[in-house]
Nanobody, 122 residues
């Protein structure tokens, strides 16, 4: 499956953004989808993920309570709603597809979107 991420932009601290990850070229419902981010000079880190059915979300401690992940399998899309954004949320955000399960390890994901930049100014 091929993925395309979009929705990034510049926002002030406390603001909100919605990221989208659209899948094509495969059976989207076979895959768990994860969001990861990478800030300059840092490793890619887990943000959130959701199982194929969309009923089991996972979050990192740093975004729990502020971000919400959801999916609409009729549209082959996964959303990441980001609220109460902080300057430390600034990063390039990537979505990845995992054929087998939700995982917090980026190495287990088979396909990646191109990334979308989120910049939060304080």
């Amino acid at each position: 499956v091929q993925l395309q991420a979009s929705g990034g932009g510049s926002v002030q601290a406390g603001g909100s953004l919605r990221l989208s990850c659209v899948g094509s070229g495969g059976d989207f419902t076979d895959y768990a989808i994860g969001w990861f981010r990478q800030a300059p000079g840092k490793d890619r880190e887990f943000v959130s993920a959701i199982n194929w059915g969309g009923d089991i979300p996972h979050y990192s401690d740093s975004v729990k309570g502020r971000f919400a992940i959801s999916r609409d399998n009729t549209k082959n899309i996964v959303y990441l709603d980001m609220n109460k954004l902080k300057s430390e949320d600034t990063a390039v955000y990537y979505c990845g597809a995992n054929l087998y399960y939700v995982d917090h390890d980026a190495d287990s994901y088979e396909s990646w979107g191109q990334g979308t930049l989120v910049t939060v100014s304080s």
